[in-house]
T-cell receptor, first 113, second 112 residues
């Protein structure tokens, strides 16, 4: 069974540009989550999808971040325009049940210069 | 969400059991205890979770005290590959979100 995959693994962009991160969850997992770790800080929750609906987006830092999950399969996280403080590692996770274990992808390392 | 307290670091000899403690004295009745770990800069890895009863899987055992205010993750035969940061997280209570709140965790160093 394939795990959670994320693309790209690394992205380097300039301040003000746009970047789109993609996450493919484990097949059959209705729950999809985004987290991020910025330099020196703890891993922080961004949002939670149940199928295509946003169940909890309390962790989204501001309106420069837009997450979508059309069709309830893969998800994208767009940052527009990117700022220096957005640099970090963005993790995606999925789970079958909300109360179950979450399976994380390898992350996308975003560097904004 | 209830907060957890973990020691910042621990050492364990290879082949011995690693016992990682966690305090969660403000846990509510319907909150689960989850354990994850992160090896280097990889994505966090789910280990185990439980509500009230002790749990065991192929990776580890989770012992939850009767009052649920603390728990212990046990890696029965630690190997060098178990060196990682271990996170104890309490979550999914009455809210309908799977949000995990990561703290600093415990850095476990397994030594030869």
């Amino acid at each position: 069974e394939a795990g959670v995959t994320q693309f790209p693994s690394h992205s380097v962009i300039e301040k003000g540009q746009t970047v789109t991160l993609r996450c493919d969850p484990i097949s059959g997992h209705d729950n999809l989550y985004w987290y991020r770790r910025v330099m020196g800080k703890e891993i922080k929750f961004l949002l939670h999808f149940v199928k295509e609906s946003k169940q909890d987006e309390s962790g989204m830092p501001n309106n420069r971040f837009l997450a979508e999950r059309t069709g309830g399969t893969y998800s994208t996280l767009k940052v527009q325009p990117a700022e220096l403080e957005d640099s970090g590692v963005y993790f995606c996770a999925s789970s079958q049940r909300i109360a179950g274990g979450q399976y994380f992808g390898p992350g996308t390392r975003l560097t904004v210069t | 969400d209830a907060k957890t307290t973990q020691p910042p670091s621990m050492d364990c000899a290879e082949g011995r059991a690693a016992n990682l403690p966690c305090n969660h004295s403000t846990i509510s009745g319907n909150e689960y205890v989850y354990w994850y770990r992160q090896i280097h800069s990889q994505g966090p890895q789910y280990i185990i979770h439980g509500l009230k009863n002790n749990e065991t899987n192929e990776m580890a055992s989770l012992i939850i005290t009767e009052d649920r205010k603390s728990s212990t993750l046990i890696l029965p035969h630690a190997t060098l590959r178990d060196t990682a940061v271990y996170y104890c997280i309490v979550g999914h209570g009455s809210s309908n979100t799977g949000k995990l709140i990561f703290g600093q965790g415990t850095t476990l160093q397994v030594k030869p």
